[in-house]
């Protein structure tokens, strides 16, 4: 019998929204309790894909990057060279949390940078510090394949879902359907499917249908519920014109799925959000719903 094909590899680098938990300038109790090292620290949102352990891409650079690959051997450069085992990063959008680490990764640029046109042009002409970055950056149209690995075995494709312009873009560009992406990640060798979809504003049916069809999904679980910000900033927008469908919402629809054996993560979790604590009712509803809530360092394998 032939064996079974080599998994794709996935390491959560980093799970929480941007800021991170505890983030710098809140004293909420649930940054006092990261601080105190009551709840597991998060840094802000990425992950890391393999074909085979060896060589590496990014979906997503985090300003946290810097400490996401120290803390990941995989992705050391080979000792006594300038080796990096990085091949590509890809970018579902132009957050801040989701781009300011290809700022820090800017030295040498061994890796190319792929993202939607609108993505790079908006980085590009309203970011001057990523022009440094222009040679290493393709453009992919939606739904156009990527090549992640050099073997082919991992073929990327960055979907449109609803979403919004990123807040520093707010008056200097208008939102696209290029603006917010997922993306779907096929393995060849097993069939499988992965999708990372870290900022989604509504649940459409392209968005279902992609998640219907994913063995494994990383899922917007920036908020609870859609006036968390609100209650806690009155006069703050709902999570949907933040461009994040609440857990609340999404749960119903991924347990439907979670319960025919597909795995849903929540990532990008706000530090408003009170599934943090894993002792609270929100948590328990997670877990009951059979998802879980992504965390720093988890790996995995589909
Ligand atoms: C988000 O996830 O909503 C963004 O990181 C916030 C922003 O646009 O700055
Ligand atoms: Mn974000
Ligand atoms: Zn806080």
Same mark, same amino acid.
């Not at 894909?49 to 400490?67: C, H, I, K, M």
């Not at 450069?77 to 957050?95: F, S, Y």
């Not at 919402?249 to 991924?254: A, D, H, I, R, T």
């Given at each position: &019998?032939?064996?079974?094909?080599?998994?794709?590899?996935i390491?959560?680098?980093?799970?929480?929204?941007?800021?991170?938990? *505890?983030?710098?300038?809140?004293?909420?109790?649930?940054?006092?309790r990261? $601080?105190?090292?009551?709840?597991?620290?998060?840094?802000? *949102?990425?992950?890391a894909?393999?074909?085979?352990?060896?060589?590496?891409?990014?979906?997503?650079?985090?300003?946290?990057?810097?400490?996401q690959?120290?803390r990941?051997?995989?992705l050391y450069?080979?000792?006594?060279?300038?080796?990096?085992?990085?091949?590509?990063?890809?970018?579902?959008?132009?957050?801040l949390?989701?781009a300011?680490?290809l700022?820090v990764l800017?030295?040498?640029?061994p890796?190319?940078?792929?993202?939607? *046109?609108?993505?790079?042009?908006?980085?590009l002409?309203h970011?001057?510090?990523?022009?440094?970055?222009?040679?290493?950056?393709?453009?992919?149209?939606?739904?156009?394949?990527?090549a992640?690995?050099?073997?082919?075995?991992?073929?990327?494709?960055?979907?449109?879902?609803?979403?919004?312009?990123?807040?520093?873009?707010?008056?200097l560009?208008?939102?696209?359907?290029?603006?917010?992406s997922?993306?779907?990640?096929?393995?060849?060798?097993?069939?499988?499917?992965l999708?990372?979809?870290?900022?989604?504003?509504?649940?459409?049916?392209?968005?279902?249908?992609?998640?219907? !069809?994913?063995?494994?999904?990383?899922?917007?679980?920036t908020?609870?519920?859609?006036?968390?910000?609100s209650?806690?900033?009155?006069?703050?927008?709902?999570?949907?014109? &933040?461009?994040?469908?609440?857990i609340e919402?999404?749960?119903?629809?991924?347990a439907?799925r979670?319960? $025919?054996?597909?795995?849903?993560?929540?990532?990008?979790?706000?530090?408003?959000?009170?599934?943090?604590?894993?002792?609270?009712?929100?948590?328990?509803?997670?877990? $009951? !719903?059979?998802?879980?809530?992504?965390?720093?360092?988890?790996?995995?394998?589909l």
């Open positions: &019998m032939a064996p079974p094909p080599e998994p794709m590899r390491r959560v680098l980093g799970s929480s929204a941007g800021g991170g938990l *505890p983030q710098w300038n809140c004293g909420c109790v649930r940054c006092v990261a $601080r105190a090292g009551e709840l597991a620290p998060r840094s802000q *949102p990425a992950i894909l393999s074909a085979d352990g060896a060589r590496w891409s990014l979906v997503n650079a985090s300003p946290d990057v810097r400490e690959l120290a990941f051997p995989a450069p080979r000792p006594g060279t300038r080796d990096l085992p990085l091949d590509t990063v890809v970018l579902t959008n132009a957050d949390d989701h300011l680490g700022l800017r030295e040498a640029l890796h190319r940078i792929v993202s939607t *046109p609108w993505v790079r042009d908006a980085l002409e970011g001057a510090p990523w022009r440094l970055l222009e040679r290493a950056w393709g453009v992919v149209k939606a739904d156009q394949p990527v992640l690995d050099r073997d082919g075995h991992l073929e990327a494709r960055l979907f449109p879902v609803p979403g919004k312009v990123p807040s520093w873009l707010a008056g560009a208008s939102n696209h359907p290029e603006a917010t997922a993306l779907r990640v096929s393995d060849a060798r097993s069939g499988r499917r999708v990372y979809a870290p900022g989604v504003a509504r649940l459409d049916a392209g968005t279902l249908a992609e998640l219907e !069809a994913a063995d494994l999904g990383f899922v917007d679980g908020f609870f519920s859609a006036d968390e910000l209650r806690t900033r009155p006069g703050a927008p709902d999570a949907h014109a &933040m461009g994040h469908v609440p919402e999404s749960l119903p629809v991924l439907e979670a319960s $025919r054996g597909r795995r849903f993560f929540y990532t990008h979790v706000n530090n408003t959000n009170p599934a943090l604590d894993p002792d609270s009712p929100e948590a328990a509803r997670v877990r $009951r !719903a059979g998802l879980e809530i992504a965390s720093d360092g988890m790996e995995l394998e």
